[in-house]
């Protein structure tokens, strides 16, 4: 094993990659008013019921709207998306209609009555918020999975999703960044070579 020296550093949230994504949500009072947030802060936290967790400053003009619904959609983004959702992340709602700006469009999410889902995103979590914890500087919403909503060119002809081919970013300490090579599957440390060899060649 490689030896390595380290340095200490104050606490601070470094953890490293995160998913980058969209966070639709809307207003229960009028409907015309909606919005996407940029948002790399977001997890799974249960599998049964599904459930996810994004967390928003308490001064941020989506925490206003997933309250008041109690929906939002955790949208998964491409690197087309990219720049729309940079910019999702630097400018209010509370003054830009990020969908006009982006060109991005809004789209009915299944199971919910007011948080859209974002049109050409890969895949679009539409939940319903069970808790709320206040946190400090973000509150988390956790919210149950009630949808799931796939782009079609992402399904085989047995109706298997392939996420490897959806061109998937991330956020890295400030930068948004491809996902790289498919090195192993869940399992892989573990496989036959000849399972190994079977089941990677469908990456390469």
């Not at 949208?75 to 998306?81: F, I, P, R, T, Y």
């Not at 918020?129 to 399904?155: I, N």
């Not at 491809?178 to 390469?204: I, Q, T």
Request: charged share 25%; net charge neutral.
């Amino acid at each position: 094993m490689d030896k390595y020296s380290y340095q200490i550093l104050p606490p601070s949230t470094l953890l490293n990659p995160a998913p980058v994504v969209l966070v639709s949500c809307g207003d229960p009072k009028k409907p015309e008013n909606r919005n996407m947030i940029t948002v790399a802060w977001a997890g799974t936290v249960n599998s049964d019921p599904p459930m996810v967790s994004v967390s928003i400053r308490k001064e941020r003009y989506s925490h206003g709207l997933i309250s008041a619904s109690g929906e939002f959609v955790v949208n998964l983004v491409d690197e087309k998306m990219a720049r729309p959702v940079d910019l999702c992340g630097v400018k209010s709602g509370r003054d830009t209609d990020k969908a006009k700006e982006t060109g991005l469009n809004y789209i009915p999410a299944e199971g919910l009555d007011i948080a859209p889902a974002v049109e050409g995103a890969p895949v679009s979590l539409c939940c319903k918020v069970r808790h709320t914890l206040e946190l400090g500087s973000h509150d988390m919403f956790v919210g149950e999975v009630v949808s799931v909503m796939v782009r079609e060119d992402l399904l085989d002809a047995g109706g298997s999703l392939h996420l490897e081919k959806a061109g998937l970013i991330a956020y890295s300490h400030g930068l948004y960044q491809k996902l790289g090579e498919v090195m192993g599957f869940f399992g892989w440390s573990v496989a036959r070579e000849d399972v190994f060899k079977r089941r990677m060649s469908a990456y390469r």
